[in-house]
């Protein structure tokens, strides 16, 4: 075993959590019963690290087979680093009928033509989800495990998801998947977070929108405690009113959990009380950064009550809308390059 | 008589034979009067009802537009007014009959489609439901802009359906019911091809599903043959995302003769016509598979 499989080891021990160790060992079912056994999981994860480096000593396992352990833990919890999105454009005739096994053959031949060293694992998950682990080298050096870049795809759909990747690796990348998936091109889809479900199921609309039909799903009310009657009826219809059009712009139910969206804004200042700043030549540059733990469903209880307006500015039921949560904000005449034409007025 | 025999027998006689012929008309005469009285009362009666129906036609039309309008307090106004009216509950319910058959026929021009108006009207919500073998799946929603032009503007169509591109390849500026039911024949073909890989995990526990994608259009089974145990692998490629039955379906063996044998050739035909877990469960009757 060498070294680089040791520090691999290692540093996958110091990150799995010692009770998730136990099923993700019987998932990689490279041990026998018997050595399964004989690891004893009440112990430090320093006496565990030692015993399994015993084992894999034993048995000659290189970084190829512990990189796999780390694939399987990685794949259980995808929700770590920062995940971004991007999306294939201009799909080629024959995209809809790519399949794993030809998927696999054309991305890894197609990578390696482009970069020497690269150590590739790609595994198909449960949810018909292509996972990719790439370990990166250059010309001279060999493969660096410790860094993987980890890609997911869904085979048919448009919506790449990466997370670890330099900007060095990118364009190689890129050209990887254009072609494996038979597309003319990639670009960044603004949508980016630390939850890799989330931005799963907001590109891949696996979240509850609500609809305004006939036969409205009974939105859940909260319990609000007023004790006059009289107000509670008067305010009930705006407060379910403002309630649906909180759920229609951004969903009901469990939110995809965003940390962030970003707003930058080139746009010109415009104050008649400040001359200096709204007579300058070049464009006024700011950006408004929102945070929290659960952005979309911080947004959906402004504007349900009441603190944001109702209906919903396009800016915020954008981020849902159109699944991405940063954006560049321009002033509708000049600017070309803008991405999201705003008037801002004041 | 004296008048009479003064001037003679002949013109009394023709006398008498105008009073005669007088008297005989003159019942004529009144039967007519009879007759067109009759007919004037008639026409008064029918006039009458035209009348009222006319009164009928416009308070069902007062009520329907009330209706159409939904606006609720006016209604209210409406029922306090014509409470000393002894009809005014068939003459809702006949604008409520109305109102409803409209409502239907609107339904059967739009395809059955529910669509209902969002936005004051600047917009509609159109769903499409989707059902396999008489179980209702997932119902998919478009939210679509009228004007300037008809854009869709939120949607939960799974990124797998070229929603965009049907919607050009369709005319949905001209032709939004076509456009329409090519998206529902789209979801419906995938909502069934997705059941169909479910109910056969679930019935099929011998058969192993090497390969599947997210829009279901690629699956790869692993078949055992019952004595020899020979593995095959059978590919079931499903090319027209419009249906659930596969386009292609291909075995591959070690037994280089096995799919060109009769059965198998059977057994291929049966998978290309039947649903892939009825098809199985045919297969392992006839002794086919495990």
């Known amino acids: 075993m060498d070294d680089s499989a040791k520090r691999l080891l290692q540093r996958f021990m110091r990150r799995i959590p010692t009770q998730m160790l136990k099923t993700t060992l019987e998932k990689w079912s490279r041990l026998t019963v018997a050595q399964q056994k004989s690891l004893d999981f009440t112990q430090s994860k320093w006496a565990l690290t030692e015993a399994l480096l015993d084992i894999c000593e034993e048995n000659k396992w290189t970084t190829k087979h512990i990189s796999e352990l780390e694939m399987i833990y990685v794949i259980d919890n995808p929700n770590q680093g920062m995940w971004h999105a991007f999306q294939l454009m201009d799909p080629e005739d024959d995209a809809h009928s790519v399949e794993l096994t030809q998927f696999k053959e054309q991305f890894k031949s197609h990578l390696s033509e482009l970069i020497r060293h690269v150590s590739v694992k790609i595994k ?47 364009p190689l990348l890129s050209q990887a998947l254009v072609l494996s998936t038979r597309h003319h091109a990639i670009k960044d889809a603004n949508l980016s977070g630390k939850k890799f479900t989330a931005i799963r199921d907001l590109l891949m609309r696996q979240y509850q929108q609500a609809f305004p039909t006939k036969y409205p799903s009974p939105l859940k009310e909260k319990n609000q405690t007023v004790s006059n009657p009289l107000i509670e009826r008067e305010q009930a219809g705006p407060a379910a009113n403002r ?104 | 008589m004296e008048g009479a025999s003064t001037r003679g027998v002949l013109s009394h006689l023709s006398l008498l034979e105008v009073q005669a012929r007088s008297r005989k008309t003159q019942p004529q005469q009144r039967s007519r009067v009879k007759e067109l009285k009759a007919e004037a009362e008639a026409l008064m009666i029918q006039r009458d009802k035209l009348k009222a129906e006319i009164q009928t036609h416009e308070r069902l039309q007062k009520l329907r537009m009330s209706m159409d309008k939904q606006c ?219």
């Not at chain 1, 001279?140 to 980890?150: A, F, G, M």
């Not at chain 2, 029922?79 to 409520?96: G, K, V, Y």
């Not at chain 2, 359906?161 to 024949?185: G, K």
């Not at chain 2, 079931?236 to 596969?246: N, Q, V």
Request: glycine share 4%; charged share 25%.
């Open chain 1, 124 to 170: 198909k998950h449960t949810d018909e989800a292509v996972w990719i682990r790439i370990a990166w080298g250059d010309s001279y050096s060999r493969p660096n495990h410790l860094k993987p870049t980890y890609v997911v795809h869904y085979l048919q759909t448009p919506y790449v998801f990466v997370t670890s990747l330099t900007s060095k690796q990118k």
């Open chain 2, 72 to 290: 609720p307090r006016e209604q209210e106004e409406e029922e306090e007014m014509d409470e000393d009216s002894e009809d005014s509950q068939l003459l809702r319910l006949m604008a409520r009959h109305t109102h409803l058959k409209d409502l239907l026929h609107a339904h059967h021009l739009i395809g059955g489609y529910d669509i209902i108006k969002t936005h004051q009207g600047k917009g509609v919500c159109v769903s499409v439901a989707t059902s396999y073998e008489g179980v209702c799946l997932d119902t998919y929603n478009l939210e679509i802009d009228l004007k300037p032009k008809l854009r869709i503007s939120r949607h939960n169509v799974p990124p797998f359906i070229p929603l965009n591109s049907l919607a050009e390849q369709s005319n949905m500026q001209t032709n939004i019911r076509a456009f329409l039911d090519t998206l529902s024949r789209h979801l419906n073909a995938f909502a069934g091809r997705k059941q169909q890989l479910k109910l056969l995990k679930e019935q099929h526990k011998s058969v192993e599903v090497m390969e599947s994608n997210v829009l279901c259009s690629i699956l790869v089974l692993m078949l055992t043959v019952p004595r020899e145990k020979t593995a095959v692998l059978c590919t079931l490629d499903y090319t027209d995302h419009t249906r659930c039955l596969p386009t292609r379906v291909h075995f591959d063996c070690e037994d280089k003769e096995l799919p060109d044998s009769p059965e198998w050739k059977k057994n291929c035909h049966l998978l290309m016509e039947t649903p892939v877990h009825t098809a199985l469960l045919t297969m392992k009757k006839m002794g086919n598979i495990v």
């Open chain 1, 243 to 346: 309630l649906q059009m909180a759920c229609e712009a951004f969903g009901d139910g469990m939110l995809p959990q965003l940390q962030s969206a970003v707003y930058k804004l080139e746009t010109k200042f415009r104050d008649q009380t400040n001359k200096t700043m709204t007579e300058r030549e070049e464009s006024f540059r700011c950006v408004v950064k929102f945070a929290s733990t659960n952005l979309l469903e911080s947004l959906r209880d402004c504007a349900s009550s009441g603190i944001a307006s109702t209906p919903v500015t396009p800016l915020l039921s954008s981020i849902p809308l159109k699944g991405r949560n940063y954006f560049v904000i321009t002033d509708n005449s000049p600017g070309p390059s803008s991405q999201m034409h705003q008037k801002t007025d004041g």
